[in-house]
């Protein structure tokens, strides 16, 4: 369109001024050197504020001395001085009035429409597609250098990532049916194979696993190839899937997404694949992300790496001895940060392969303070002496190691070997250990302690805590070792816990001394509630004090505040507790009812789960069906 040369031809006038509120369009059809097109000439407060030129291709309008695109309906919010709206949030023809019925028809019959704002709407949707279609072939020529995956890579995926075969077994008789995943082939033996038992099959003498508890195996696994691209480097990232069966060993590679980088470059254009569980052939490529696909830890392909790391300047940073040790590590974050951080490269050729990973993995652009920035040599990086970076490297220790060893050094404390293994083991962080630490002093008494309780040793530290600090406010001497070191922490902590919470319990009593008298007061209107048969009785609450013990036992908010109380003491709801008549004792179920319609609003056992739902839900489904023909209670019915 020849918006220029239209712009000079003088603009439609308006004639009659219907209304001052509004903005009036009068249209016309321009035509110049053999164009033609459709002009609105829109006016408000009688004054032309802008001209709008529409054909078959195009559409602008020239406002406030200068062209825009925006469509006609954002354009008159523009004249009356209102910000632009964006298409999802206004309807089409509500900004401005047409002139006359035959303005609107002109603009409507020449544009081929029904009106402007579907004329507009068509005609991006006619741009986007055009758009897109440029842009897929450019991506599809970026795509189309790119190689393919080498047969060496396949078999560093059957021998390194996915080692060894399976033989699928079943008892027979005295013996052992098995079909072996190496050879495809079946047969029985006499012995009785276990679970995992590493035996050679005996029909091709491979060694392999069996496995008596599945028919098919599978595992996933992301790995990462790179790859030389004419004047480029690639990064693809794949789900490599292995499926182990009787059809034997499976091997599938689908890819995730790519990076293209410029060389020299450590970055480039990163591009995700559209469709799911697709390999290298089916795949399409976009550059935009809706399925949420990264780049992640991932296995590296190490056999042409001296090839291709020189294509970032990458020769020397050390990835190609951590691929070849096998380590899952996050190869795009490794590529972009490795020249801003080149002290990985000291850390890899100095055995420290876990640590690298680990800083690798778990942190961004941010620099840890495990390590000195400005260390000459890897005493001052690690901020250790000689004799603990030859424990960490023994141990090829990691990031929770490190931290242990330097506390070690700082507090001029020593922690034993099996201790720091121990602590490696059960992933025990020197953060959450800390607030002990502090009063307890040493890391092999913690440990030695830890290993004798019985619960796991992160929850064990949260129960210590927590017991101290109760102890403390018992007024117990907790720097006596009998009071520091309980033989059976957890029986102690749930003691001083049920002290604490009747004290509490007592006090909060006292506040819901009112709500508990109204609640009372009702208890023969929910007398009909009351149901036992053979196996389950359901007893409704009586009394504060009981709500609370329910949601202390079950562990669930019915007796945390006086929420349900109040519901209770006002007539809406109530509570009833469904038991097992085997141990009346013991809370099993909390089931709330609306006191007007008779029905289950929620029921909820320990930690708000529902063990047996199907049975529980069948049996208060039939509860409630017979509380509809009762008023009296429902004894001894059989449900």
Same mark, same amino acid.
């Given at each position: ?21 509004e ?13 033609k ?12 504020k ?12 020239w ?12 354009v @008159? ?16 023809n ?29 005609l ?26 080498t047969?060496?890579?396949?078999r ?7 080692p ?6 079943k ?9 072996c ?17 590493i035996?050679?099959?005996p ?17 996933h ?10 004047n ?6 794949f ?20 990076a ?7 970055y ?10 697709a ?7 976009w550059?935009k ?19 291709v ?19 899952k ?19 890899v050729k100095s ?10 993995n ?11 920035a ?9 901020m ?11 141990i ?7 931290e ?41 008494k ?52 049920e ?33 036992e ?15 609370m ?10 007796g @945390? ?28 179920y ?5 006191l007007k ?21 069948k ?21």
């Amino acid at each position: 369109m020849k918006r220029a040369k239209f712009l000079k031809i003088p603009p439609c006038t308006l004639s009659d001024v219907k209304s001052e509120k509004e903005v009036i369009a009068k249209s016309r059809i321009l035509e110049v050197g053999g164009e033609k097109a459709a002009e609105i000439s829109l006016y408000y407060k009688n004054q032309l504020k802008a001209r709008y030129f529409a054909d078959e291709e195009n559409h602008y309008a020239w406002i406030n001395d200068k062209w825009t695109t925006c469509r006609l309906d954002n354009v @008159a919010r523009m004249c009356k001085n209102l910000p632009v709206e964006k298409e999802a949030y206004y309807w089409s023809n509500k900004e401005f009035i047409w002139n006359t019925k035959e303005d609107k028809q002109r603009v409507t019959d020449f544009l081929d429409s029904c009106d402007v704002d579907d004329y507009e709407t068509n005609l991006s949707e006619i741009k986007r597609a055009r758009a897109n279609k440029r842009k897929s072939e450019r991506i599809e020529k970026e795509m189309s250098d790119v190689p393919c995956v080498t047969e060496d890579m396949e078999r560093w995926l059957d021998e390194k990532v996915f080692p060894g075969h399976i033989l699928f077994s079943k008892r027979e008789g005295k013996g052992t049916a098995y079909i072996c995943t190496a050879c495809k082939r079946s047969g029985s033996v006499k012995e009785k194979w276990k679970h995992k038992e590493i035996v050679h099959c005996p029909k091709c003498n491979q060694v392999a696993s069996v496995n008596n508890r599945q028919k098919q195996k599978v595992e996933h696994v992301p790995v990462v190839i790179l790859q030389k691209c004419n004047n480029r480097w690639v990064e693809r990232q794949f789900k490599a899937v292995c499926r182990w069966s009787k059809e034997g060993k499976v091997i599938e590679l689908f890819e995730q997404c790519r990076a293209i980088i410029p060389m020299g470059k450590t970055y480039g254009k990163v591009y995700y694949g559209t469709i799911n569980n697709a390999d290298e052939f089916e795949q399409d490529f976009w550059d935009k992300n809706p399925a949420g696909k990264r780049f992640s830890p991932s296995y590296l392909y190490p056999g042409n790496l001296k090839e291709v790391l020189p294509c970032g300047n990458l020769e020397r940073s050390g990835m190609d001895i951590l691929a070849d040790k096998g380590k899952k590590f996050y190869v795009n974050r490794y590529i972009m940060c490795f020249h801003a951080r080149r002290y990985w490269e000291y850390l890899v050729k100095s055995g420290l392969y876990e640590l690298v990973t680990e800083l690798c993995n778990g942190y961004w652009w941010g620099e840890l303070s495990i390590h000195s920035a400005k260390a000459r040599n890897l005493k001052e990086l690690l901020m250790v002496d000689g004799n603990r970076v030859n424990r960490m490297k023994q141990i090829d220790g990691g990031v929770n190691e490190l931290e242990w060893l330097q506390y070690e050094q700082k507090q001029g404390i020593k922690i034993s070997k099996e201790s720091l293994e121990w602590l490696s083991k059960k992933k025990m962080t020197l953060s959450e250990c800390k607030e002990i630490l502090n009063d307890l002093g040493s890391v092999n008494k913690m440990v030695n302690y830890l290993k004798k309780q019985k619960i796991a040793p992160s929850k064990v530290i949260t129960t210590w805590r927590d017991y101290l600090r109760m102890a403390l406010l018992e007024g117990y001497d907790t720097r006596d070792s009998i009071v520091r070191f309980p033989k059976d922490l957890k029986l102690r902590h749930d003691q001083l816990a049920e002290r604490r919470n009747e004290k509490e319990n007592k006090e909060r009593l006292n506040k819901y001394a009112e709500i508990d008298k109204q609640i009372q007061e009702r208890l023969p209107e929910v007398r009909r509630y009351f149901y036992e048969d053979d196996t389950y009785m359901i007893i409704p609450a009586g009394k504060c004090k009981e709500l609370m013990k329910e949601g202390r036992e079950l562990h669930h908010c019915v007796g @945390a505040s006086d929420f349900y109380m109040k519901k209770m003491a006002a007539g809406e709801t109530w509570i009833l507790f469904l038991r097992k008549k085997e141990d009346l004792e013991k809370a099993y179920y909390t089931v709330e009812i609306n006191l007007k319609t008779d029905k289950i609003i929620q029921f909820y056992s320990e930690f708000d789960r529902q063990p047996d739902k199907k049975v529980i839900g069948k049996l208060l489904n039939k509860y409630t069906k017979r509380l509809k023909t009762m008023k009296e209670p429902i004894m001894a019915a059989a449900v």
